[in-house]
């Protein structure tokens, strides 16, 4: 996460672009030679049929990891596949959700070459999202090590990427872009609520973006789990990424201490302050305390990144100073841990 994620958001609108293009000739290629299963040669020259990417003659540790990029359009799924080519990752664009666990499999049987892949789904249709939750149902009965990262972005800002591009949403017919945003939300209500790590790109650039995923995927290893502490002013309106929010509206409000007021939670002034009033401190422990409880969990579930949304009226004083009090406390537990204080400069 770099440093310009914790400046202001304000105007920030960028037009994220989504690529619709065929899938990639690597997967033209599986569908041509082995459409249905794929095929293994024994030690005795005879073929055996496998269609299980676990299956024999294939070492467990091949199995390739495998991420499943999907979200709204115009959220920026293609800038989050592009990020992960970068990093490596085998990218599939468009992939049809049926030949997800053909692709594994054959990824699986790279001997190592393929050893991290990335689908980009686009769902338009009933059908198309039927056979995706198949395929994710197959993927877990292999054991196959999936995540799913989803891209949101709030209505406001989809309509003016559409329009500044002047495209029609893929989903409108002959409505409104409006109407087929709404007929995406319906369809991909499900998957969001399944996805792993769920990022809004309502007010984040390109680079913005980037960065964010940089954050997630960059590391050489997987650490057990992942947290973004996020301050915000409930007059901006809520996060739609935040997992669990907490509200510092029951402090007192350093706005209203002339020479606090035009400081953030970044000040020591300020966080003193914030700290001092009663229950700030007790606040802390014991939010903590419930959020190691919660990680456990996480943990157990193989959920691995978490968004603390912290909020007060602004996101310029209190939640800024409990965020970053948060963090460390998460940091010094071995949870690795980012700060953005998204509405911090607004004013």
């Known amino acids: 996460m770099t440093e310009h994620e914790a400046q202001p958001t304000a105007q920030r609108d960028p037009a994220f672009s989504e690529t619709r293009g065929e899938p990639q000739e690597t997967h033209d290629e599986a569908r041509q030679d082995q459409p249905q299963e794929a095929v293994a040669v024994q030690e005795n020259g005879a073929e055996e049929v496998s269609t299980d990417a676990t299956g024999a003659g294939v070492p467990e540790a091949a199995i390739p990891e495998l991420v499943i990029i999907s979200g709204m359009s115009g959220a920026g799924r293609s800038t989050a596949a592009k990020c992960l080519e970068d990093l490596g990752w085998f990218v599939v664009d468009n992939l049809p959700p049926a030949l997800i666990p053909t692709m594994v499999e054959l990824g699986a049987r790279s001997q ?15 059908r198309f999202f039927d056979n995706l939750r198949e395929s994710l149902a197959d993927l877990d009965s292999r054991g196959v090590t999936r995540r799913i990262v989803f891209l949101e972005s709030s209505d406001d800002a989809l309509v003016r990427r559409f329009e500044s591009v002047r495209r029609p949403h893929p989903l409108q017919g002959d409505g409104r872009i409006v109407d087929g945003i709404a007929a995406e939300r319906e369809l991909l209500r499900e998957l969001r609520g399944d996805a792993d790590l769920v990022i809004d790109t309502s007010s984040l650039n390109v680079h913005e973006l ?5 954050a997630q995927f960059a590391g050489e290893e997987e650490p057990e ?20 929010v907490a509200d510092m509206r029951f402090l007192p409000n350093p706005h209203w201490v002339p020479e606090l007021r035009p400081y953030t939670g970044l000040n020591e002034e300020v966080s003193a302050y914030v700290f001092n009033q009663p229950g700030a401190k007790e606040f802390l422990d014991r939010y903590a305390e419930l959020l190691r409880l919660i990680a456990t969990g996480y943990r157990r579930e193989g959920k691995r990144y978490v968004t603390i949304a912290i909020g007060c009226t602004g996101g ?14 998460l940091a010094a537990e071995g949870v690795e841990t980012v700060v953005v204080h998204r509405d911090m400069g607004r004013e």
């Open 112 to 126: 190592g070459n393929v050893a991290r892949i990335a689908v980009v789904v686009d769902v338009r249709g009933r």
């Open 210 to 214: 980037r960065a964010k995923m940089d």
């Open 225 to 244: 789990l992942r947290a973004t502490v996020m301050s915000f002013g409930f007059k901006y309106g809520l996060p739609v990424d935040a997992d669990l």
């Open 316 to 329: 310029k004083h209190r939640s800024v100073a409990v965020s970053e009090k948060l963090a460390a406390r």
